[in-house]
């Protein structure tokens, strides 16, 4: 079965620092996508993210970017330039690339708090 | 795009009763999930439709649960003789089969308490 584990339940950054979130995942297969949402309080979640398992260039969207190790199956997500409004859930998500639907898996989710 | 839509955004019910949630996904989005996602935790994969063939069930989908999308459009997700352990956000997405990557795009979820 494939997992998906983010183990720092919280991350607390400085605004306009610089904050990474890691992400582990398990996996037998060889093409499949990795995601990062983002999921603001009471508010529906969205894309920051994606990367392409055979793509060996991390992607990069304006403030975020990816560190993405597929020996290693670690997706980390870092924002650069803290904004206040970054505050919320980050997810990692994963789905199989042959699969029927491509269904995401989900890590358990990492809190960011953005300080003034 | 005028994004996923869910209705209720919250609902409140006793155990035992009946709920239905509705989901309209992006309009030409063939593609339309269901999640759950408990408190502290992410979202779990329930089902999924292509078009108005539902293609694939999670062993969380317990018999009382039934999702339905009719004319491939909208979709609902109704569970009966409801349980606490219901308790939780239920989340629709949408997606293309064709284009990049299969993004799938979510609603604001429902949030459901069984009391």
């Known amino acids: 079965a494939q997992t998906v584990t983010q183990s720092q339940p919280e991350m607390s950054v400085q605004e306009a620092e610089t904050v990474t979130l890691s992400c582990t995942y398990d996996t037998s297969e060889s093409d499949y996508y990795l995601f990062w949402y983002k999921q603001p309080p009471s508010r529906q979640m969205i894309l920051v993210i994606r990367q392409e398992a055979y793509k060996q260039q991390n992607a990069t969207e304006n403030r975020f970017s990816v560190n993405f190790q597929k020996a290693a199956k670690s997706f980390s997500l870092k924002i650069s330039d803290s904004q206040l409004g970054d505050a919320a859930m980050y997810f990692c998500a994963y789905s199989v690339i042959k699969a029927a639907g491509n269904k995401l898996t989900f890590g358990g989710g990492t809190r960011v708090l953005v300080k003034p | 795009d005028t994004g996923v839509s869910q209705d209720p955004r919250h609902k409140i019910t006793k155990r035992g009763q009946n709920v239905t949630f509705r989901c309209d996904p992006i309009s030409e989005h063939n593609r339309l999930y269901w999640y759950r996602q408990t408190l502290g935790q992410g979202p779990e994969f329930l089902t999924y439709f292509q078009n108005e063939a539902q293609l694939e069930k999670s062993r969380l989908l317990s018999d009382r649960f039934s999702a339905e999308r009719p004319k491939g459009s909208f979709s609902t997700l109704e569970i009966q003789r409801t349980e606490q352990g219901d308790s939780a956000m239920y989340l629709c997405?949408?997606?293309?089969?064709?284009?990049?990557?299969?993004?799938?795009?979510f609603g604001a979820g429902t949030r459901l308490s069984v009391l």
């Open positions: 997405a949408s997606s293309r089969t064709q284009g990049p990557l299969n993004i799938q795009y």
